[in-house]
C-alpha cells in the first residue's frame, strides 16, 4: 500500500485511532513509524527522553510458542541488551495482567493473552510511545474489554502515548480522544472524537416499546426498524426527544449515535 502525505500526531498519554477497511494502509503506516521499512519522502519524529523511544506490535504478536511467558520476555529482554531479574519478569506480566501461575506453553494461550505478553514484550526498557496494529482481532467481547482496560491504564495511569488502528470504528470510539479516517493510504478525515461526531452524526437509533405509536415522533424524520426508531435530529435535541418521550409514558431502552460512514469516508 502507497501513502500518500500522511500527517498524523500523537501526544504524550493520548490515545489516538487510526480508522480504515482492510487494505487501506493502516499496517504500512505503523511500519513506518516503528521502523520497521522506510518512507520514500518525509521524517518520522519521536520526542522521548527514554532509551526506546517506541514499541510496537504489528499485526499479530511475533511470539515464541513453544516457550513460555516469562521465557519469552526474557528472551526479547535479551535482543535489547536488557538484563531482568525474575522478579522485573514478574512485574512485567503483572503489568498487564498475566496470572504469575500460568507457566505452560504460548502455544496455549488464548488470543487475549497473547496480545497482553506481546504489549509486555513491547514495553521492554520503558518506551514512551505504544503502537497497537489491530489489536482486537480474534478476541471475545469480554476480551476486547478486558484489552480496552489495560489500554487505558498505559496511556492514563503510565502516560504512554497509543496508536491503535481498527477496520471496527465502536473499538475505536470507546477509548481515542482522535481519530484518523485512512483510506487507499490517504487520510480523509481527522479530528478530536466529539468535532467528528458534531460533522458526521444526525440521526439516533433510539429502541424501546410502542415506538410506533408515538405522537412526539410525529414531529420528526423517523424510519422504523423492528423495535427501533432511527430518528434524524441534532445532538442538541435528542435530551428534549428522550424526556418527551418518557413523558408521553414511551418505555425507552437505549439510544445511541448513528454515524454517517458515506460523509466519513
Not at 489516538?16 to 520497521?36: D, E, M, P, R
Not at 520526542?47 to 499485526?59: C, M, Q, V
Not at 470504528?169 to 493510504?185: D, F
Not at 461526531?197 to 440521526?203: K, S, Y
Amino acid at each position: 500500500m502507497v501513502l500518500d502525505g500522511i500527517s498524523i500526531s500523537c501526544s504524550k498519554g493520548e490515545i489516538c485511532g487510526v480508522l480504515g477497511a482492510n487494505g487501506a494502509g493502516k499496517s504500512t503506516l505503523f511500519k513506518i513509524i516503528t521502523g520497521l521499512i522506510g518512507p520514500s519522502s518525509g521524517s518520522v519524529k519521536i520526542h522521548t527522553h527514554s532509551s526506546k523511544a517506541i514499541g510496537g506490535i504489528i499485526e499479530k504478536p511475533a511470539l515464541y510458542p513453544y516457550l513460555n511467558a516469562r521465557e519469552n520476555i526474557s528472551v526479547f529482554a535479551k535482543m535489547q541488551s536488557l538484563k531482568l531479574s525474575p522478579k522485573e519478569i514478574d512485574e512485567q506480566l503483572l503489568l498487564v495482567g498475566l496470572p504469575l501461575e500460568k507457566n505452560y506453553a504460548v502455544s496455549k494461550f488464548s488470543m487475549g493473552m497473547k496480545q497482553r505478553l506481546g504489549i509486555a514484550i513491547a514495553l521492554l526498557n520503558n518506551p514512551e510511545s505504544l503502537i497497537l496494529d489491530e489489536p482486537f482481532s480474534g478476541l471475545d467481547p469480554l476480551g476486547i474489554e478486558s484489552l480496552k482496560g489495560l489500554i487505558r491504564h498505559l496511556a492514563h495511569e503510565k502516560g504512554i502515548g497509543i496508536f491503535i488502528s481498527s477496520h471496527i470504528m465502536e473499538h475505536l470510539l470507546s477509548l481515542c480522544t482522535k481519530l484518523y479516517v485512512l483510506k487507499n493510504g490517504k487520510i480523509v478525515n481527522s479530528g478530536a472524537i466529539d468535532v467528528l461526531m458534531e460533522r458526521h452524526i444526525h440521526q439516533y437509533e433510539i429502541s424501546g416499546t410502542g415506538l410506533k405509536g408515538s405522537k412526539v415522533l410525529e414531529a420528526y424524520q423517523v424510519v422504523f426498524v423492528n423495535s427501533s426508531a432511527l430518528v434524524s435530529i441534532q445532538k442538541e435535541q435528542v435530551s428534549k426527544l428522550l424526556t418527551d418521550l418518557l413523558k408521553e409514558g414511551i418505555q425507552v431502552h437505549g439510544c445511541k449515535a448513528v454515524w454517517n460512514m458515506e460523509s466519513l469516508f
